[in-house]
């Protein structure tokens, strides 16, 4: 009697350890389907606070799926508003960087601009098979859609990518072989 | 090349296929090269998407950013929730206060109990009132009527003389006397004389 009992919710601490354990890769993702068009952390900040406020709703043995369905279904809602406009988010690929890292990172921003150019369920489906490694079955729940849906929207996405980064890849190719400088450089040495 | 060989090109790396699929698919490729070259070809388009994947994972800095910024959310989202339980106790609080006073007002009047009733005169059995059971008698009897505090009539109570009603009267104007006294506080009950 009289010894006092702390009741905590043990929901809380499910949360707070899954935000621990998956908040880099729920960014990553979120950055995946969003491209420049949203702030990735803002969506993700978002979804884990609407979870957090209704965590008694939801079912906790697989925190790591529930956390990121929620992102993806918060990026996904946010690029489905009327009016988008771009932010500058913190992209890594992107920055300067010495120039051994210079044509890698010319080639991320290539792919980042012909994947922005994708629709938005066929990015999603995109970064969740290849960055997650989910099945077909896993994506088909995380974006309520069907098995073949998926089947279709990851294979016309990758045919969409190779139209539109095969020219670049080619002339990367070639320029590698023959060792010449790149469309860029060539114009540099003109001058 | 076709896009149903594509689509099974896709699935073996995406490791979709079953394993017998697997299997078939990966003897075709040791004898056909030019399923071999697309396979290749796919393995480079992943490995420039694979490098955009690893480009989009977060810095330390930006994950502390975002559990920064989530801790202070839910610490505000917490605090508007206590603010909200404080502010429908206390609209709950209040529509007891203010029905409890309602109920008192309908109970009471100007802060005063309801009086019982009260003698209103004694009449003769002709229809002649003598007010407060005073005034000349009328043989054929009298009846004292009872009203309440709006002038309703209670009772009517019959006696056979004038003298019967008078002492009625005096006997019912002193208990409601009494009566008054004991709820007022003024005095304290310790008998009944009746």
């Not at chain 2, 994947?53 to 508007?80: C, F, K, Q, Y």
Request: proline share 4%; net charge negative; glycine share 8%.
């Amino acid at each position: 009697m009289g010894e006092r009992v702390d009741k905590v919710d043990p929901t809380v601490a499910l949360f707070e350890q899954a935000v621990d354990i998956h908040s880099r890769r729920l960014i990553a993702v979120a950055r995946g389907i969003l491209g420049s068009m949203a702030s990735a952390e803002d969506v993700v900040q978002q979804a884990l606070l609407n979870l957090y406020t209704h965590r008694h709703r939801y079912d906790w043995r697989d925190p790591g799926g529930l956390m990121r369905r929620t992102v993806v279904n918060e990026a996904l809602r946010l690029l489905r508003r009327p009016r988008m406009s771009l932010v500058a988010d913190e992209h890594p690929g992107s920055a300067a960087t010495p120039d051994s890292e210079m044509e890698t990172g010319e080639t991320i921003d290539q792919v980042r601009r012909a994947i922005a150019k994708l629709p938005e369920h066929f990015r999603a489906a995109l970064v969740l098979c290849e960055y997650e490694n989910l099945s077909y079955v896993e994506i088909a729940q995380a974006l309520d859609a069907s098995v073949p849906q998926v089947k279709t929207w990851l294979h016309r996405a990758r045919r969409k990518l190779a139209e539109m980064l095969t020219p670049y890849m080619e002339s990367r190719d070639i320029a590698a072989h023959r060792g010449e400088p790149k469309q860029g450089d060539e114009n540099e040495n003109a001058r | 090349m076709d896009d149903l060989t594509l689509r099974t090109l896709e699935a073996h790396l995406d490791g979709a296929l079953d394993g017998a699929d697997d299997a078939a698919l990966l003897d075709r490729l040791r004898i056909e090269p030019e399923l071999a070259d697309a396979v290749g070809r796919l393995r480079a388009e992943r490995a420039l998407r694979g490098a955009l994947w690893a480009a989009n994972e977060p810095t330390p800095v930006a994950v502390m950013r975002l559990t920064s910024h989530l801790d202070e959310a839910i610490h505000h989202a917490r605090r508007g929730a206590f603010w909200g339980a404080v502010s429908r106790w206390g609209t709950t609080v209040a529509a007891c206060i203010l029905m409890g006073i309602w109920i008192g007002n309908s109970v009471m009047r100007d802060g005063t109990p309801i009086a019982g009733p009260s003698v209103a005169g004694i009449a003769g059995a002709g229809g002649s009132v003598v007010a407060g059971g005073g005034g000349d008698g009328v043989p054929s009897g009298y009846h004292v009527t009872l009203v309440d505090d709006r002038g309703q009539v209670e009772a009517v109570q019959r006696f056979p003389t004038l003298e019967q009603a008078r002492e009625f009267a005096n006997d019912f104007g002193q208990w409601q006397d009494r009566r008054q006294q004991v709820r007022q506080g003024r005095i304290q009950r310790v008998g009944d004389p009746y």
